[in-house]
């Protein structure tokens, strides 16, 4: 195990591998470009040190090159990718391969594709060292793959945590054993809002409230949120898979996440079965699932008094709060009977100063 920055990260492919990898790549473009000399591109900074041993392994006539791109900060991706070096002159008639050290969600390729667009190459064609086909969006062609893997994040051999790791001659990946997933229960204003983004700031961890996933995917027109308004056009429930689909999304844009609070999702056991079977997919796991305890009539006088700003109509009927409180007794009875079973259901009172019952809170996850 080592430590870069906050972070531990554990050993994950050897450099043997890596350089078997790297040969085996440079056998392949050898073949394909035998009667040519082509010109090989890297993408600084990652790709350093696999140029570096790639060129080592071929063997034949060819040109070298860089350019420089720039679209990490931290574990995770900006969306915006900088060109920091640009493209060579005169390739004009050539042959050009990319050599990229990581493809992941394709942002840095379609910048790569757009630099060389305008340029009069004989053909273009890309290369990487790691793939991470699941989270790729498919848009151009992988020509050469040296190594397929999952959606972790990884440093060492030229790739970096903040500027650190790159000089490592294997690859590590984030070591997650100690990630904190939360499910959080809690009739109507009983809090859980508030004490969310207490919880998600003091233990680095991402708030995923199924309301407002649905509303920003419904909003930002996206396959999954058209999808699910075609269904509530329809008056119908949108089905489980959808909103697992959201929340896997949801999961996979914040790797560099300590854990994640989910609110709002399971409201039934089959969906809190499904939620398994997705985190067991990634490696994960929820570790416990916490109720914020409140009296009904507590809890109606705090709704009734937030209905006076707020200008919720639910908020400003009793009756309807009722309701709502017993269709949340309906729905949760068989969720905590099933997360009691796996010894993870935790009850919190959610009456008091907001800093006691965060601390109330924190008790229970500083024990897990």
């Known amino acids: 195990m080592i430590k870069l920055h906050d972070k531990f990260f554990k050993p994950y492919i050897k450099e043997e591998e890596i350089l078997a990898a790297i040969d085996k790549m440079a056998k392949e473009i050898a073949e394909d470009y035998k009667d040519e000399t082509p010109l090989f591109v890297g993408v600084l900074n990652g790709a350093f040190m696999f140029v570096a041993d790639f060129l ?4 034949h006539p ?3 090159s860089f350019v420089r791109l720039s679209s990490y900060q931290g574990l995770t991706s900006t969306g915006i990718v900088e060109t920091l070096l640009d493209v060579p002159e005169d390739i004009e008639g050539k042959s050009v391969i990319i050599l990229e050290d990581v493809v992941d969600t394709g942002r840095t390729l379609k910048e790569l594709v757009h630099l060389f667009s305008n340029t009069n190459v004989k053909e273009f064609k890309i290369g990487t060292l790691f793939y991470k086909s699941d989270v790729y969006n498919g848009e151009y062609a992988i020509d050469y793959v040296g190594l397929e893997i999952p959606d972790h994040f990884i440093v060492g051999y030229g790739l970096d945590y903040n500027e650190l790791g790159r000089n490592l001659r294997e690859v590590y990946q984030l070591n997650q054993t100690d990630m904190i997933n939360l499910v959080l229960f809690g009739k109507p204003g009983a809090g859980k809002g508030t004490q969310a983004g207490f919880l998600k700031e003091k233990y680095n961890l991402k708030h995923i409230s199924t309301g407002d996933v649905f509303r920003y995917n419904i909003k930002n027109g996206t396959e ?7 269904y509530i056009d329809k008056g119908d429930l949108v089905p489980d898979e959808v909103t697992i689909d959201m929340l896997k999304d949801e999961v996979e844009k914040s790797p560099e996440a300590a854990g994640f609070i989910f609110d709002g999702f399971p409201r039934t056991a089959a969906q809190a079965e499904a939620l398994d079977n997705f985190l067991e997919s990634k490696d994960m796991k929820i570790n416990a699932t916490i109720a914020l305890e409140a009296e009904d009539d507590v809890l109606v006088a705090r709704l009734l008094e937030r209905g006076k700003s707020s200008g919720r109509s639910d908020d400003q009927d009793e009756s309807k709060i009722r309701n709502r409180f ?10 905590k009977v ?5 010894g993870k259901f935790h009850s919190v009172n959610g009456i008091g100063e907001i800093d006691e019952i965060t601390e109330r809170l924190s008790k229970v996850i500083d024990s897990l």
């Open 224 to 230: 999954l949120g058209n999808l699910a308004k075609s």
């Open 62 to 64: 060819c040109e070298v």
């Open 56 to 59: 080592k392994a071929y063997q």
């Open 338 to 342: 099933y997360y009691e079973k796996q």
């Open 326 to 335: 017993d269709e949340y007794n309906q729905k949760t009875a068989p969720l």
